[in-house]
Structures are given as C-alpha cells and as structure tokens.
C-alpha cells in the first residue's frame, strides 16, 4: 500500500518522521510483525507444497537450487498479488469517502461494490479516512483507514480484504485508539475524537460484514509488549552476545 503521509519505508520497517521535532517511531504494523504467526508459517509451507505438486514435471529438469528458490517464493507471489488488490481496494474507497471522482479498478471492482453496499445499509458519517495518529508518551504511530459515526457511535474501522479476519486486528486497532493524537501532514497535532467502539469492516467479493472488536485494553497490553520485544530486536539483540577475545 502507498505510504501514508509521513510514513517512509526502510529495510527495516515502515517508520513515521515528524519533520518539525525530529521525532521518529515505528509503526504499528512493523511492531507487530515480532509476533510469531504459526498459521503463516504453516500456510507458506503449504504453498511451497501446492506450487511443488503443480509444477512437479516442469521442474524435474531444474537445478536443485532453482527448485527450492521456486518453492521457497511461492508464497510471496500470492501475498504480493492480494497486497496489490488491497491497496487497489484501500485507494479507491479512500477516494469515494472523501468524493474524489475515481475509475474503480476491475480486480478491486467487487470489494468496492460490497463497501458501496455497506454504506448504503449503515449510512456512516465518515469523519477521518486515512488519518495518522502519534503517541509519543510510548513512542509508535500508525495510520486508522476510518473513522466514522454510525448510529450515533464513533467507530474507528480497518478495512480488510483477506479471506478472514484474526485476533491480531485487535491489537492493531487498539493501538490507533490509545495513540496520543493525530498528526496531519503538516504534522500539526489535533485530538483524537473519543473512539466508542472499535471494528474490522471486512470486504469479500461477495459480501461484507462489520467485526466488532472486544477486550481492547487487553488488546492495548499486548500491544504494549509486542512494541517492547520489538525494539529488543530492533535496538539491543544485536550487542547482546559479547565478543570474547581469542
């Protein structure tokens, strides 16, 4: 997905800079990456598996080493291409919330249908869409795609478009929640509105639904754990093995 506003990529990372105190953070979505995911790993290997059984005959003949660079990549195609629908997906209903006129584009054409339907059926008042919030007290930022008031409740909302939903959404959409403020691109700092509820809004190509989310400050607490273990690895794994003379 495109960087949002004072957001730059690194090998390490997606970090935001705030250019008038200097100040950098990592974001959420980098700190959360520490978390191991067994049902990733589990389904990485199932696909090297997939892309083996399909391509079995063409790569009999290829060098051991291609075959398992091959295998070892399979997944990556995949994600890249569903990262590439989602962002499709994310740009263009950014644009339709903010009414800037937009060709939808034809893979992102029936996520884009559901969210229309969606609208029609809540009929949110969206308040803030792609809005970046800062906390400086613990030191991250990140970027909420939605915030909006629906039934006189404000909801901050991701907007996924994978196959499901899982617990780790929660801890992302906490942290946005207990950040200390918003941060626009001229990185003038505003209140954050007083957040009521918490939700996926999960588009599928042929349905949608609005996944509430519970137990947030638990969420918040393992959040808080995961951004600790991150700067572990990020700042002091590296000096912790001391180098003995020989």
Not at 14 to 28: H, K, L, Q, V, W
Not at 53 to 59: A, F, I, K, T, V
Not at 114 to 136: A, C, I, L, N, Y
Not at 170 to 175: D, I, P, V
């Amino acid at each position: 997905m495109t960087a949002p506003p004072l957001a730059e990529e690194t090998p390490f990372g997606r970090r935001y800079r705030n250019f008038r105190t200097g100040e950098i953070a990592p974001s959420i979505t980098t700190a959360l990456k520490v978390i191991n995911k067994e049902r990733v790993n589990s389904w990485a290997v199932g696909m090297a598996a997939n892309h083996a059984n399909q391509n079995w005959d063409e790569m009999a003949d290829w060098h051991p080493a291609q075959r398992k660079e091959a295998m070892c990549s399979a997944h990556e195609e995949y994600t890249s291409e569903r990262a590439r629908i989602g962002t499709l997906v994310h740009e263009t209903c950014e644009s339709i919330i903010k009414g800037i006129p937009v060709e939808v584009p034809k893979e992102a054409a029936s996520y884009v249908g559901q969210f229309g339907k969606f609208v029609m059926d809540k009929r949110p008042r969206f308040t803030h869409s792609e809005v970046t919030v800062w906390s400086r007290s613990l030191g991250y930022a990140g970027t909420a795609d939605i915030i909006m008031e629906v039934n006189g409740s404000t909801v901050l909302a991701d907007i996924k478009t994978g196959k499901s939903a899982h617990p780790e959404n929660g801890l992302q959409l906490a942290a946005l929640k207990y950040a200390d403020f918003i941060i626009d691109p001229a990185c003038e700092e505003h209140e954050i509105p007083q957040i009521d509820h918490l939700a996926v809004l999960h588009l599928r190509p042929r349905g949608w639904k609005v996944i509430p989310i519970a137990r947030e400050r638990e969420c918040f607490q393992a959040f808080c754990a995961a951004l600790e273990l991150f700067r572990w690895k990020d700042e002091v794994a590296d000096h912790v093995l001391m180098q003995v003379a020989a």
